[in-house]
């Protein structure tokens, strides 16, 4: 049956939604809980974990794979010191030592700017 034939509005019909208006004026959507000002879900400390965790997950499946992978060993000669270690490991080892070598000199660098704004922003 359609609606407006001597029966009434259709009951399983369902009204329009009701528009907010425009986004100069007018209605405002209600603040639901949970939600941040654009309607989407607020982040939460746990939502924060649960990511980290996922993402440590997938890197520490990747770091598997990649040892797998590279697991031959090679010799290796640094600064007088002679053996045979794994690829990977010789690889990763190396890695780690290019991070500390960009991330030291950064660490410093944070270091002194901190300091140098702790002086010139206490009073004298």
Known sequence: MSSG????PDP????????YGPPGGGATPPAAEGLD???????TRSSDWLVGL???ALLLIALCI???????DVSVHFLGAHGRVSLAIALLLS??????????PGVIRIVQLRR?????????
């Open 5 to 8: 034939q001597g029966y009434g």
């Open 12 to 19: 399983y019909q369902t009204p329009p939604p009701e528009p």
């Open 37 to 43: 000002a654009k309607g989407r879900v607020k982040k």
């Open 54 to 56: 996922i993402v440590a």
């Open 66 to 72: 990649f040892i797998g992978q590279n697991s031959a």
């Open 95 to 104: 890695a780690v030592a290019g991070i500390l070598l960009v991330a030291i």
């Open 116 to 124: 140098a704004l702790r002086r010139n922003a206490s009073p004298r």
